[in-house]
C-alpha cells in the first residue's frame, strides 16, 4: 500500500478478485455490485476516458438494448461519495463532449497495475540475469491475486478481460519458474506449478519447466512418466508433436545452468511425432554428411511429390542438431505454394535476418547479400535445409562457401545441374515398403482395432503407393469410423481408384485419396476446404475463416477442427491452421469445379473486408484520438473482430501482422486497389510501433500504386505520408523529405487544405532529424496555426511536441518545455495514450540536459509504464537511454549500465542500428562508471564499428561522444595500470540529444 497527496492514510485498491477498497487496513464499502463493477472498469484503465457505452457493455448483458446512461450517472454520484470518503475528491470526472468517464487517480493505487508493473520488473531483471530479484518481483506480485479477477463484470466483453488478466497471471507463473530455476531452485518450481500445470496441462512451457525441476531434483523417472502423459495428451487434443526433447531428461544437473535462448538461430520446423522407417536412407544422409566428405556437405532429397521429403529432412536435422552448434537456417523456397518461388535475393535477406543483420544494415544487392552471407557462416558449424526448391539457379544462389557447413536441399527435380557444377550428392526417397506403411498406419489407426483385420491394413497399404500422406489420410478416415469394418472401406477405396483410371499407381493414387476424405466431408466442412485455399498467408483463425464462409467463428470452429482430425489441413497452432501444398492445389481444383466466379470473389472479398474492418477496430483501440479511415466498405456479411482494450488489440495486430501483410499483397496485385492501400493504411501506426520496418515499407509502396489506380486523392496523399514515415522511422531522411513533398505537393493541387498543412508538419519533421530545425520550426508554426484554427486537437499536440523537440535541439530549453507541456496537457485531454508516453519520454531527456535529474527520472519512468502498455519499442528504447545516462549522473552506475543494456537489446530485436548506437555509446559510459574499462572498450569498438556502416544519416554528435569516451578509458587505463574495477568514480554522461520516434498525423487516418 503506498501513501498518497490528499489520501487520508494508506490505500490500495483492489480488482484482481472482488473489487474492494482498503484504507488504513480496514475495508471500505463500495455498495451495491454495479457500482463496484463501474469502478472496476475505471480501475482498470485508471487515468483514461472510458465510454458509457463500454461501461455498460461490462455491467449488463444487454446493454446494447437499452440506454444505461441515467443509471450510469446515479452510480457515478454515489462512487464519488465513497471515494471522498478516504480523501479522493474531484477524482471522478466526465471527459467533456466524449460521453466517456476518467478516473484520475495514481496506478500505484491499484493492485491490477501494480501486478503489470512488477511483471515487467521481473522481466527486465531477468534480461539482466538477476534471476534472484525476478523471482522476489514475482512471488510479491502473485499475492495480489485474492481470486477471479473483476467479479463484478459480466459479458463477453468482461469474459474477454478476464480472460487476458488470467493469462496475465499464467505469464507470472512461467517467468517465475524460469527465474527460479536460473538461480538453481528447482525444489521451488515444483511446490509452485503444481496445481498450475495441473489446471493447464495442454501448456508446453509449463510442462517443460516442470520436468526440467523434476529432472534437476533427481527425480528422472518421474519426469519421463510426465512427459510420456503430456505426449499421448497433447496429441491427442492438438493432432500435433509437443516441442519437449526428451533428451533434457538425463542426469540431475545445475538448474542454474538451464538454457536460455542462444544467438545461433534454430529455425527448423517441428518434426512428427510417429516418424516411420527410412533407416537407410537416413544412415546414407548420416555418411553424406560427415565431417570429412568433400564438396561442402550439400545433399538434394528428390523424390515425387507426398512421398515425405520434407519429414525426412526436417526429422533428419532434429535427430542431429547436435552437430551443428551454430545453428540451422530453414527456407520454404515455395516452388510449389500458393506464393511464387522464393527469389534467391530475399531467401538471403530472411538468412541475414535470422543472423541479426539489422535491415538498416541490410546489403542491397545480391552480390552483396551473398557476401556478406558467407562472411557470417565462416568458422560456424550450420545445417542449411532449402525446402522445397523449384531449380538450380534458386538453390546455388543460396549453398554457402564455408566448408565448416552443411547443406540439405529438397525438391521434387532431380537438380542435376547441381552435380555438375557443384559436386553435390543425391539421396532419392522411394515410397514406403510394405512393412513400413503397414506400421504407419497401425500408429494412425491404433494397434488393437489394426490387429482385428492386419489383412486389410496390407491391402491399404498398396493403395496408398507407399505415399506418406495419403497413408496418414487414410488412417485417419479409418480412425474416424470406428464402427466401420475396416475391410468394408478398403474394399471401398479399392473400387475407386479402378473406377478413376482403370489401373493403381502413384499419379492416380494420392488425389484419389483426397477425394475418398473429401467426399466423406459434409457440404459445409467440404465448402470451407475449398474456401481456405484462397487464402493468402501462411495461416488462418477461425474468424477468417468464417469471413470466407459468411458464418460466425464459433461454427468454423468445429469445421476447421474436423478438417484437421481427416488430416487434410493441419494446426499451426492450438487455434490456427495451415495446408500442406498438394492438399491447397486438390482444394483449388476442387474449387475450379464446384464453385463459380462470382462465389469465390465474394469469398475473397469477404475475407479483405474482414482483415480490413478487424485491423480498423484495433487502430481505433490503440489510437482512438486519431480519425478513422475514409470510405471503409459496407459489409453486412462480415463479423469483423471488436476489442475491449488496446492490449487486445496489440495482441491480434501481432498474431496476424505475417498475415495482414500477405493479404495487402494479394489486394494490391489482384485488382482489390481499395483495400491494397486501405489495410497498410490502417496497420501503419500499430506496426510502426515494433518490429523491423523493411516489410512495411514494402508494404507502402505497393499501396501507393494501389491509390493510384484507385484515382482516390486522400489514398495516395496518406500513402505517401505513411511512405514518408517509414522512411524516418528508418532514418533516410532524404527519401522521407521527398515522399512528405510530394505529399503536400498532391494535397496543394487538388485542394485539400488540411491535408496540406499535415503534409507540411510531416516534412518538417524530416527536417529536424536531419538537423535543420530553424527551417523546422517555420513550418511547425504555419502548421499550428491551421490545426488550432481547425480544432484538431491531435494534430496540435502533435505539433507542439514536435516544436519541443526543435527548440532542444537549438538549446532553447524554457521554449521545449513549454511547448512539451502544451502537448501533454491536449494527450491527455483527449486520452492518446501512446502519445502521452512519447512526451513524457522527451521531458525526461529535457531535464536531463538541464540537469533536473530526480525530474527526468520521474518523466521517464512514466514513459516506461505507458510504453509497456503500448508497445512502443522504439520510445521504450530511446527512455531506456535516457534513463541510462540520469543514472550516470545521479553516480547510481549500476543501475545506468541496466538500462543501458536493455536499451541495446530493444534496438537488436527492432532492427534499428542508430538506436543501437546511441544505446551502445550511453552503455560505454555507464560501464566506464563502474569500473569495466575493457568491456567498455568493447563497446565503444562495436559501436563504432556500426556507425561506420549504418545506412543513412548517421546520429548526430555520437562519433565524436564515442571517441572522447575512448580517450577517457585510455587516460584511466595508462593512469591506473589496470583493466576492469569496480571502484572508480562515475564520469559525466556526454551529451547527445536524440527525436522521437514520431512524424506526427498521418494523412491516410484523417
Given at each position: 500500500?503506498?501513501?498518497?497527496h490528499g489520501?487520508r492514510?494508506?490505500?490500495?485498491?483492489?480488482?484482481?478478485?472482488?473489487?474492494?477498497?482498503?484504507?488504513?487496513?480496514?475495508?471500505?464499502?463500495?455498495?451495491?455490485?454495479?457500482?463496484?463493477?463501474?469502478?472496476?472498469?475505471?480501475?482498470?484503465?485508471?487515468?483514461?476516458?472510458?465510454?458509457?457505452?463500454?461501461?455498460?457493455?461490462?455491467?449488463w448483458?444487454?446493454?446494447?438494448?437499452?440506454?444505461?446512461?441515467?443509471?450510469?450517472?446515479?452510480l457515478?454520484?454515489?462512487?464519488?461519495?465513497?471515494?471522498?470518503?478516504?480523501?479522493?475528491?474531484?477524482?471522478?470526472?466526465?471527459?467533456?463532449?466524449?460521453?466517456?468517464?476518467?478516473?484520475?487517480?495514481?496506478?500505484?493505487?491499484?493492485?491490477?497495475?501494480?501486478?503489470?508493473?512488477?511483471?515487467?520488473?521481473?522481466?527486465?531483471?531477468?534480461?539482466?540475469?538477476?534471476?534472484?530479484?525476478?523471482?522476489?518481483?514475482?512471488?510479491?506480485?502473485?499475492?495480489?491475486?485474492?481470486?477471479?479477477?473483476?467479479?463484478?463484470?459480466?459479458?463477453?466483453?468482461?469474459d474477454?478481460?478476464?480472460?487476458?488478466?488470467?493469462?496475465?497471471?499464467?505469464?507470472?507463473?512461467?517467468?517465475?519458474?524460469?527465474?527460479?530455476?536460473?538461480?538453481?531452485?528447482?525444489?521451488?518450481?515444483?511446490?509452485?506449478?503444481?496445481?498450475?500445470?495441473?489446471?493447464?496441462?495442454l501448456?508446453?512451457?509449463?510442462?517443460?519447466s516442470?520436468?526440467?525441476?523434476?529432472?534437476?531434483?533427481?527425480?528422472?523417472?518421474?519426469?519421463?512418466?510426465?512427459?510420456?502423459?503430456f505426449?499421448?495428451?497433447?496429441?491427442?487434443?492438438?493432432?500435433?508433436?509437443?516441442?519437449?526433447?526428451?533428451?533434457?531428461?538425463?542426469?540431475?544437473?545445475?538448474?542454474?545452468?538451464?538454457?536460455?535462448?542462444?544467438?545461433?538461430?534454430?529455425?527448423?520446423?517441428?518434426?512428427?511425432?510417429?516418424?516411420?522407417?527410412?533407416?537407410?536412407?537416413?544412415?546414407?544422409?548420416?555418411?553424406?554428411?560427415?565431417?570429412?566428405?568433400?564438396?561442402?556437405h550439400?545433399?538434394?532429397?528428390?523424390?515425387?511429390?507426398?512421398?515425405?521429403?520434407?519429414?525426412?529432412?526436417?526429422?533428419?536435422?532434429?535427430?542431429?542438431?547436435?552437430?551443428?552448434?551454430?545453428?540451422?537456417?530453414?527456407?520454404?523456397?515455395?516452388?510449389?505454394?500458393?506464393?511464387?518461388?522464393?527469389?534467391?535475393?530475399?531467401?538471403?535477406?530472411?538468412?541475414?535476418?535470422?543472423?541479426?543483420?539489422?535491415?538498416?544494415?541490410?546489403?542491397?544487392?545480391?552480390?552483396?547479400?551473398?557476401?556478406?552471407?558467407?562472411?557470417?557462416?565462416?568458422?560456424?558449424?550450420?545445417?542449411?535445409?532449402?525446402?522445397?526448391?523449384?531449380?538450380?539457379?534458386?538453390?546455388?544462389?543460396?549453398?554457402?562457401?564455408?566448408?565448416?557447413?552443411?547443406?540439405?536441399?529438397?525438391?521434387?527435380?532431380?537438380?542435376?545441374?547441381?552435380?555438375?557444377?557443384?559436386?553435390?550428392?543425391?539421396?532419392?526417397?522411394?515410397p514406403?515398403?510394405?512393412?513400413?506403411?503397414?506400421?504407419?498406419?497401425?500408429?494412425?489407426i491404433?494397434?488393437?482395432?489394426?490387429?482385428?483385420?492386419p489383412?486389410?491394413?496390407?491391402l491399404?497399404?498398396?493403395?496408398?503407393?507407399?505415399?506418406?500422406?495419403?497413408?496418414?489420410?487414410?488412417?485417419?478416415?479409418?480412425?474416424?469410423?470406428?464402427?466401420?469394418?475396416?475391410?468394408?472401406?478398403?474394399?471401398?477405396?479399392?473400387?475407386?481408384?479402378?473406377?478413376?483410371?482403370?489401373?493403381i499407381?502413384?499419379?492416380?493414387?494420392?488425389?484419389?485419396?483426397?477425394?475418398?476424405?473429401?467426399?466423406?466431408?459434409?457440404?459445409?466442412?467440404?465448402?470451407?476446404?475449398?474456401?481456405?485455399?484462397?487464402?493468402?498467408?501462411?495461416?488462418?483463425?477461425?474468424?477468417?475463416?468464417?469471413?470466407?464462409?459468411?458464418?460466425?467463428?464459433?461454427r468454423?470452429?468445429?469445421?476447421?477442427?474436423?478438417?484437421?482430425?481427416?488430416?487434410?489441413?493441419?494446426?499451426?497452432?492450438?487455434?490456427?491452421?495451415?495446408?500442406?501444398?498438394?492438399?491447397?492445389?486438390?482444394?483449388?481444383?476442387?474449387?475450379?469445379?464446384?464453385?463459380?466466379?462470382?462465389?469465390?470473389?465474394?469469398?475473397?472479398?469477404?475475407?479483405?473486408d474482414?482483415?480490413?474492418?478487424?485491423a480498423?477496430?484495433?487502430?481505433?483501440?490503440?489510437?482512438?484520438?486519431?480519425?478513422?479511415?475514409?470510405?471503409?466498405?459496407?459489409?453486412?456479411?462480415?463479423?469483423?473482430?471488436?476489442?475491449?482494450?488496446?492490449?487486445?488489440?496489440?495482441?491480434?495486430?501481432?498474431?496476424?501482422?505475417a498475415?495482414?501483410?500477405?493479404?495487402?499483397?494479394w489486394?494490391?496485385?489482384?485488382?482489390?486497389?481499395?483495400?491494397?492501400?486501405q489495410?497498410?493504411?490502417?496497420?501503419?501506426e500499430?506496426?510502426?510501433?515494433?518490429?523491423?520496418?523493411?516489410?512495411?515499407?514494402?508494404?507502402?509502396?505497393?499501396?501507393?500504386?494501389?491509390?493510384?489506380?484507385?484515382?482516390?486523392?486522400?489514398?495516395?496523399?496518406?500513402?505517401?505520408?505513411?511512405?514518408?514515415?517509414?522512411?524516418?522511422?528508418?532514418?533516410?531522411?532524404?527519401?522521407?523529405?521527398?515522399?512528405?513533398?510530394?505529399?503536400?505537393?498532391?494535397?496543394?493541387?487538388?485542394?485539400h487544405?488540411?491535408?496540406?498543412?499535415?503534409?507540411a508538419?510531416?516534412?518538417?519533421?524530416?527536417?529536424?532529424?536531419?538537423?535543420?530545425?530553424?527551417?523546422?520550426?517555420?513550418?511547425?508554426?504555419?502548421?499550428?496555426?491551421?490545426?488550432?484554427?481547425?480544432?484538431?486537437?491531435?494534430?496540435?499536440?502533435?505539433?507542439?511536441?514536435?516544436?519541443?523537440?526543435?527548440?532542444?535541439?537549438?538549446?532553447?530549453?524554457?521554449?521545449?518545455?513549454?511547448?512539451?507541456?502544451?502537448?501533454?496537457?491536449?494527450?491527455?485531454?483527449?486520452g492518446?495514450?501512446?502519445?502521452?508516453?512519447?512526451?513524457?519520454?522527451?521531458?525526461?531527456?529535457?531535464?536531463?540536459?538541464?540537469?533536473?535529474?530526480?525530474?527526468?527520472?520521474?518523466?521517464?519512468?512514466?514513459?516506461?509504464?505507458?510504453?509497456?502498455r503500448?508497445?512502443?519499442?522504439?520510445?521504450?528504447?530511446?527512455?531506456?537511454?535516457?534513463?541510462?545516462?540520469?543514472?550516470?549522473?545521479?553516480?547510481?552506475?549500476?543501475?545506468?549500465?541496466?538500462f543501458?543494456?536493455?536499451?541495446v537489446?530493444?534496438?537488436?530485436?527492432?532492427?534499428?542500428?542508430?538506436?543501437?548506437?546511441?544505446?551502445?555509446?550511453?552503455?560505454?559510459?555507464?560501464?566506464?562508471?563502474?569500473?569495466?574499462?575493457?568491456?567498455?572498450?568493447?563497446?565503444?569498438?562495436?559501436?563504432?564499428?556500426?556507425?561506420?556502416?549504418?545506412?543513412?544519416?548517421g546520429?548526430?554528435?555520437?562519433?565524436?561522444?564515442?571517441?572522447?569516451?575512448?580517450?577517457?578509458?585510455?587516460?584511466?587505463?595508462?593512469?591506473?595500470?589496470?583493466?576492469d574495477?569496480?571502484?572508480?568514480?562515475?564520469?559525466?554522461?556526454?551529451?547527445?540529444?536524440?527525436?522521437?520516434?514520431?512524424?506526427?498525423?498521418?494523412?491516410?487516418?484523417?
Amino acid at each position: 500500500m503506498v501513501e498518497g497527496h490528499g489520501v487520508r492514510g494508506p490505500l490500495m485498491f483492489g480488482i484482481l478478485g472482488p473489487t474492494e477498497l482498503i484504507n488504513n487496513g480496514r475495508n471500505v464499502p463500495l455498495g451495491a455490485a454495479k457500482q463496484r463493477g463501474m469502478l472496476a472498469v475505471l480501475l482498470y484503465r485508471v487515468g483514461e476516458p472510458v465510454r458509457v457505452e463500454m461501461i455498460a457493455e461490462h455491467l449488463w448483458r444487454d446493454a446494447a438494448s437499452t440506454d444505461r446512461r441515467r443509471t450510469l450517472y446515479s452510480l457515478a454520484s454515489r462512487l464519488r461519495a465513497v471515494l471522498s470518503q478516504v480523501g479522493l475528491t474531484d477524482v471522478l470526472t466526465r471527459v467533456n463532449g466524449s460521453g466517456a468517464y476518467r478516473l484520475d487517480i495514481s496506478p500505484q493505487y491499484v493492485d491490477f497495475h501494480q501486478f503489470r508493473h512488477a511483471l515487467a520488473e521481473a522481466r527486465e531483471a531477468t534480461s539482466t540475469g538477476d534471476f534472484e530479484r525476478s523471482a522476489t518481483t514475482l512471488v510479491n506480485a502473485l499475492t495480489l491475486w485474492r481470486g477471479e479477477p473483476l467479479a463484478e463484470l459480466c459479458g463477453p466483453h468482461a469474459d474477454d478481460l478476464r480472460r487476458q488478466l488470467n493469462e496475465k497471471l499464467l505469464d507470472a507463473h512461467k517467468l517465475l519458474a524460469h527465474s527460479w530455476l536460473r538461480a538453481g531452485r528447482p525444489e521451488s518450481v515444483l511446490t509452485q506449478l503444481e496445481p498450475i500445470v495441473r489446471d493447464h496441462d495442454l501448456d508446453e512451457a509449463l510442462a517443460r519447466s516442470w520436468i526440467t525441476a523434476l529432472t534437476a531434483t533427481g527425480r528422472q523417472d518421474e519426469a519421463r512418466r510426465f512427459l510420456v502423459n503430456f505426449q499421448r495428451r497433447f496429441r491427442r487434443e492438438m493432432h500435433a508433436e509437443p516441442a519437449i526433447d526428451p533428451n533434457t531428461i538425463t542426469a540431475p544437473h545445475d538448474a542454474a545452468g538451464c538454457s536460455s535462448p542462444g544467438r545461433a538461430p534454430r529455425r527448423l520446423p517441428k518434426g512428427i511425432n510417429d516418424f516411420t522407417g527410412r533407416d537407410v536412407v537416413l544412415g546414407e544422409l548420416d555418411t553424406l554428411v560427415a565431417p570429412d566428405q568433400p564438396n561442402g556437405h550439400v545433399v538434394v532429397i528428390t523424390g515425387m511429390p507426398g512421398v515425405g521429403k520434407t519429414t525426412l529432412a526436417t526429422h533428419w536435422a532434429h535427430r542431429n542438431r547436435d552437430r551443428f552448434p551454430g545453428g540451422q537456417l530453414y527456407l520454404d523456397a515455395s516452388a510449389y505454394g500458393p506464393a511464387p518461388p522464393v527469389d534467391p535475393n530475399d531467401a538471403l535477406d530472411r538468412f541475414l535476418r535470422a543472423l541479426e543483420v539489422p535491415p538498416d544494415r541490410m546489403p542491397r544487392t545480391f552480390e552483396q547479400r551473398r557476401d556478406r552471407f558467407n562472411q557470417l557462416l565462416t568458422g560456424r558449424r550450420m545445417l542449411i535445409v532449402l525446402d522445397n526448391v523449384l531449380d538450380c539457379p534458386q538453390a546455388r544462389a543460396l549453398i554457402p562457401d564455408a566448408d565448416d557447413c552443411a547443406t540439405i536441399i529438397t525438391s521434387r527435380t532431380r537438380l542435376g545441374g547441381l552435380t555438375i557444377r557443384n559436386g553435390v550428392r543425391h539421396v532419392t526417397v522411394a515410397p514406403l515398403d510394405e512393412t513400413e506403411s503397414v506400421q504407419l498406419l497401425r500408429q494412425v489407426i491404433g494397434e488393437s482395432r489394426a490387429e482385428t483385420e492386419p489383412d486389410c491394413l496390407t491391402l491399404l497399404a498398396r493403395l496408398a503407393n507407399g505415399l506418406p500422406l495419403a497413408l496418414r489420410v487414410i488412417g485417419e478416415h479409418i480412425a474416424q469410423r470406428p464402427l466401420a469394418a475396416i475391410s468394408d472401406l478398403s474394399n471401398e477405396l479399392h473400387g475407386r481408384l479402378l473406377a478413376a483410371s482403370g489401373e493403381i499407381d502413384e499419379a492416380t493414387s494420392l488425389p484419389t485419396v483426397f477425394a475418398w476424405s473429401y467426399d466423406a466431408l459434409s457440404s459445409d466442412t467440404a465448402r470451407l476446404f475449398r474456401r481456405l485455399a484462397l487464402h493468402p498467408g501462411p495461416n488462418v483463425s477461425a474468424e477468417a475463416a468464417g469471413a470466407l464462409t459468411a458464418c460466425e467463428a464459433g461454427r468454423a470452429q468445429p469445421l476447421l477442427n474436423g478438417l484437421a482430425k481427416a488430416h487434410l489441413i493441419n494446426h499451426d497452432t492450438s487455434r490456427r491452421y495451415r495446408f500442406h501444398d498438394l492438399l491447397r492445389l486438390y482444394a483449388l481444383d476442387r474449387s475450379a469445379i464446384e464453385d463459380n466466379k462470382h462465389e469465390t470473389d465474394q469469398a475473397l472479398r469477404r475475407l479483405l473486408d474482414w482483415y480490413l474492418l478487424s485491423a480498423a477496430a484495433a487502430a481505433a483501440a490503440l489510437a482512438p484520438e486519431w480519425p478513422a479511415m475514409p470510405d471503409l466498405p459496407n459489409s453486412p456479411e462480415t463479423r469483423p473482430m471488436s476489442f475491449a482494450t488496446d492490449v487486445e488489440a496489440m495482441k491480434w495486430c501481432q498474431t496476424e501482422r505475417a498475415n495482414l501483410c500477405a493479404v495487402s499483397r494479394w489486394a494490391a496485385q489482384n485488382g482489390f486497389d481499395r483495400h491494397g492501400w486501405q489495410i497498410p493504411g490502417v496497420i501503419h501506426e500499430i506496426f510502426e510501433r515494433y518490429g523491423r520496418q523493411d516489410d512495411i515499407l514494402h508494404l507502402n509502396k505497393l499501396a501507393l500504386a494501389s491509390a493510384q489506380r484507385d484515382g482516390h486523392e486522400i489514398g495516395q496523399i496518406g500513402t505517401l505520408t505513411n511512405l514518408g514515415a517509414t522512411y524516418l522511422t528508418m532514418h533516410s531522411y532524404q527519401h522521407a523529405a521527398e515522399s512528405f513533398a510530394a505529399a503536400r505537393q498532391l494535397a496543394r493541387s487538388t485542394g485539400h487544405i488540411e491535408a496540406e498543412t499535415i503534409c507540411a508538419h510531416n516534412l518538417g519533421s524530416a527536417y529536424l532529424s536531419s538537423g535543420r530545425a530553424v527551417e523546422a520550426i517555420n513550418i511547425y508554426e504555419q502548421a499550428l496555426t491551421v490545426c488550432r484554427r481547425t480544432a484538431e486537437s491531435a494534430g496540435e499536440a502533435a505539433v507542439l511536441h514536435r516544436l519541443g523537440d526543435a527548440y532542444l535541439d537549438l538549446g532553447k530549453y524554457r521554449q521545449s518545455a513549454a511547448h512539451y507541456f502544451g502537448a501533454l496537457r491536449i494527450r491527455e485531454r483527449i486520452g492518446s495514450l501512446r502519445g502521452s508516453g512519447a512526451t513524457h519520454g522527451r521531458l525526461g531527456n529535457l531535464r536531463l540536459h538541464t540537469g533536473e535529474l530526480e525530474l527526468a527520472r520521474e518523466h521517464c519512468g512514466i514513459a516506461l509504464e505507458i510504453h509497456d502498455r503500448t508497445q512502443d519499442q522504439a520510445a521504450r528504447c530511446d527512455t531506456m537511454i535516457t534513463m541510462a545516462d540520469v543514472h550516470v549522473r545521479l553516480a547510481m552506475p549500476h543501475e545506468a549500465v541496466k538500462f543501458g543494456q536493455q536499451a541495446v537489446n530493444i534496438s537488436d530485436e527492432i532492427g534499428d542500428s542508430h538506436r543501437r548506437v546511441r544505446a551502445l555509446a550511453t552503455l560505454a559510459d555507464a560501464l566506464t562508471a563502474v569500473g569495466a574499462t575493457a568491456a567498455a572498450h568493447r563497446t565503444c569498438r562495436t559501436a563504432l564499428r556500426i556507425l561506420a556502416d549504418v545506412a543513412g544519416d548517421g546520429p548526430s554528435g555520437l562519433g565524436d561522444r564515442i571517441l572522447a569516451t575512448q580517450r577517457a578509458l585510455a587516460d584511466d587505463t595508462s593512469d591506473n595500470g589496470r583493466g576492469d574495477h569496480v571502484d572508480a568514480a562515475p564520469v559525466p554522461a556526454h551529451s547527445c540529444a536524440y527525436r522521437s520516434n514520431e512524424p506526427g498525423p498521418v494523412v491516410s487516418a484523417a
